[in-house]
């Protein structure tokens, strides 16, 4: 069923039909790839044998080819030596600690630089500055929200959220508004319904619609439109033309001053322009609920045009539109740069391990790697049970294995215990699962028993700690990239601190976000999600498109996002290679590691707190920064080009890049900045 008020079709989380992870088709048992193996049910050596030349040959195939379909229970014979049992490390159960709900209280002005968010309907029901705060903080843009239309007033950049009717601004309001305009103030707004508004804003009407599907941006000169170069970039999806109604849109008709900066396919406008004396405004007729935070929910109307490896930015678009705002029309401005030392991507390497014969060529990958400046971060299942999918896979050599990989400085997540179809429908469970007596079964292709999202995600965690010395797991990948809904409380619940369970093009954007709880609208979890951009089984495999994997990590490059790949480690002869390749042909200025490396920057990039305070002198500014964490490589962007710099930073070659020192967990750095005259 089709919720109208979320906008889910999928029971969040599912994954997208014919999933090009594992060869589309879900029908056939020939297109299985390494994550499921081919071989479903073991039939003894000497039984094999003894009917080879019976008639009962063909009858035997026939069944076993219906019980494989049919998902059949085990009836494997035991092991004929019974593996020891496995070490663990208790995890603790942990409560939900919720942030403030007061957006003042989480967002407060500090500094003269500071976009102010004026929030417009904080009434009874109102709608969260959720989606905006994603888009500002992702791109490292300062803010503050506010309700005084005073103070929002005495800053240079002005954003309206979520709305404005007739209700949110008295008439004297909207002429401090406008005379802000025309005294060199920039104001950007969604959805203005007020006709009060309309000259500030330049439209003569719009219509509210839910059949409007795609977004064609112009070819104007206009400073927002600097990020978008690309063809991806300039025509994007609201949903697919399969569903009889996707979000709400509003549809301008702009007065004859204005300029159309973005139009939907009735032709109305989607984003527009208007200046005023010496300042501007923008206005779209989309909401960021809908076309950032939802996609990034996978909760959209399969705006995707396509499931992996292509570049599809329709949810970045909007957050390079604030950037290109912020840096053209913000004064002395500052931001907070997405990739650490400086660097302008990164390539954020990670193997899955989910079959029997994919531990060992791990070293290979591993050798590959360290030759090439790189590391990679390891999912592995943690399968101790026999079932009607694979036969057990976690114990020696296979440990001493993943030891070794740990030493070596490959980083470890899990990837679950029986890599379930079915996981995006499994039960949250108890929390209080544990090894051994959690005994999850899959059934067969996408059903199980026994199975709980607790289960998968707290019992390979114990496992994972329990097995490798100085293991700590705080990365998860989902089995097929089948997501519950319940999977940000239990990752949460079970000490986790990152997911990479979805798609770059599947949610839309190649930034990594903070994930919602219960993939809804009004907060944060404590979990960040990494969506997977290339992957290697997809036809004609990863080998045979390392240039098209190239073209799409470039393109990221260009807007400072980030890649994922994911290569499965159940060969490392064609995938070795075509890694190898692929690591030669980066650029220097794009990173190559592991996800947890870069995952642990992210994360105390999100935590940091930082102002810019003005001295006595023009050309001398004080950058005063403050981390929760012990992070290496935090990195701010300047309009101004910089002299020098004190405090143990780092200058960059072009001026305006400074490269902060080591920052200790809660301790707090000063760094003198002198800008060139």
């Given at each position: 069923m089709f919720d109208q008020h979320t906008g889910s079709k999928k029971g969040v989380g599912g994954?997208?039909?014919?999933?090009?992870?594992?060869?589309?088709?879900?029908?056939?048992?020939?297109?299985?790839?390494?994550?499921?193996?081919?071989?479903?049910?073991?039939?003894?050596?000497?039984?094999?044998?003894?009917?080879?030349d019976s008639g009962l040959k063909q009858s035997l195939a026939a069944v076993l080819l219906v019980l494989s379909l049919g998902g059949a229970p085990d009836v494997r014979q035991p092991a004929s030596k019974a593996e020891p049992p496995l070490r663990t490390k208790e995890v603790s159960l942990l409560d939900i600690v919720h942030r403030p709900s007061d957006p003042f209280q989480q967002f407060p002005e500090s500094f003269p630089l500071q976009v102010a968010v004026f929030w417009t309907n904080p009434g009874p029901d109102p709608e969260s500055p959720l989606a905006l705060v994603h888009c500002l903080k992702e791109m490292g843009i300062p803010f503050f929200v506010t309700r005084v239309l005073g103070q929002a007033l005495r800053h240079r950049l002005v954003i309206l959220y979520p709305s404005v009717d007739s209700h949110t601004f008295t008439q004297p309001q909207a002429d401090q508004l406008t005379t802000f305009v025309r005294q060199g103030g920039y104001i950007f707004a969604q959805n203005v319904f007020w006709g009060g508004m309309q000259s500030l804003f330049g439209f003569r009407s719009f219509a509210a619609s839910r059949g409007r599907y795609h977004i064609a941006f112009s070819t104007t000169t206009d400073p927002v439109m600097k990020y978008l170069n690309r063809p991806e970039e300039r025509e994007v999806s609201l949903g697919s033309d399969r569903f009889p109604e996707v979000t709400w849109s509003n549809g301008y008709v702009a007065d004859p001053g204005a300029e159309v900066l973005a139009q939907f396919d009735d032709g109305t406008a989607a984003l527009l322009t208007n200046s005023i004396g010496k300042g501007r405004v923008y206005l779209l007729g989309l909401s960021l609920l809908d076309v950032v935070l939802r996609s990034q929910n996978d909760r959209d109307y399969e705006a995707q045009r396509h499931y992996v490896n292509a570049f599809e930015p329709g949810a970045d678009v909007w957050l390079l539109i604030l950037r290109a705002w912020y840096e053209n029309y913000g004064?002395?401005?500052?931001?907070?740069?997405?990739?650490?030392?400086?660097?302008?991507?990164?390539?954020?390497?990670?193997?899955?391990?989910?079959?029997?014969?994919?531990?060992?060529?791990?070293?290979?990958?591993?050798?590959?790697?360290?030759?090439?400046?790189?590391?990679?971060?390891?999912?592995i299942q943690t399968k101790y049970v026999d079932?009607?999918?694979?036969?057990?896979?976690?114990?020696?050599?296979?440990?001493?294995?993943?030891?070794?990989?740990?030493?070596?400085?490959?980083?470890?997540?899990?990837?679950?215990?029986?890599?379930?179809?079915?996981?995006?429908?499994?039960?949250?469970?108890?929390?209080?699962?544990?090894?051994?007596?959690?005994?999850?079964?899959?059934?067969?292709?996408?059903?199980?028993?026994?199975?709980?999202?607790?289960?998968?995600?707290r019992v390979s965690k114990e496992l994972l700690d329990g097995e490798i010395p100085g293991q700590d797991t705080i990365f998860f990948r989902a089995g097929h990239l089948r997501v519950p809904q319940s999977l940000p409380e239990a990752l949460e619940r079970s000490g986790y601190q990152f997911d990479s369970s979805f798609t770059d093009d599947d949610v839309l954007s190649n930034f990594p976000f903070a994930l919602p709880r219960n993939?809804?609208?009004?907060?944060?979890?404590?979990?960040?999600?990494?969506?997977?951009?290339?992957?290697?089984?997809?036809?004609?495999?990863?080998?045979?498109?390392?240039?098209?994997?190239?073209?799409?990590?470039?393109?990221?490059a260009e807007n400072g996002a980030v890649s994922v790949v994911l290569i499965h480690s159940n060969e490392s002869h064609e995938k070795g290679a075509a890694e190898q390749h692929l690591l030669r042909q980066l650029p220097a200025d794009i990173i190559k590691t592991d996800m947890v490396t870069f995952a642990t920057f992210w994360r105390a990039r999100d935590h940091l707190q930082w102002r810019m305070a003005a001295t006595s002198m023009p050309a001398q500014v004080v950058l005063h920064a403050k981390s929760d964490d012990s992070v290496t490589g935090i990195t701010f962007e300047f309009q101004r080009r910089i002299a020098t710099v004190t405090g143990g930073a780092t200058l960059s070659q072009d001026g305006h890049h400074v490269v902060l020192p080591k920052l200790e967990a809660g301790r707090s750095v000063s760094l003198g900045i002198h800008y060139l005259h």
């Open positions: 994954s997208s039909p014919g999933c090009p992870l594992h060869g589309g088709s879900e029908t056939s048992a020939s297109m299985l790839s390494p994550c499921i193996p081919h071989t479903d049910i073991h039939v003894p050596t000497e039984f094999r044998q003894c009917l080879e004064e002395d401005w500052v931001r907070l740069a997405t990739i650490p030392g400086g660097q302008r991507s990164a390539l954020l390497l990670s193997h899955d391990v989910d079959w029997e014969n994919s531990f060992a060529p791990c070293l290979d990958f591993a050798r590959i790697e360290r030759a090439n400046q790189a590391s990679s971060t390891l999912f079932d009607a999918n694979s036969q057990r896979f976690f114990f020696e050599p296979n440990l001493e294995t993943l030891r070794q990989l740990k030493s070596g400085g490959s980083t470890i997540g899990s990837h679950s215990i029986i890599h379930s179809r079915g996981f995006n429908k499994f039960a949250l469970g108890s929390g209080h699962e544990g090894y051994p007596s959690y005994q999850p079964r899959g059934l067969g292709f996408d059903t199980a028993s026994g199975a709980t999202v607790f289960g998968e995600v993939f809804g609208f009004e907060e944060d979890s404590k979990i960040y999600e990494f969506p997977v951009t290339i992957e290697d089984e997809e036809s004609p495999g990863f080998a045979k498109r390392v240039p098209q994997a190239l073209e799409v990590i470039l393109a990221n």
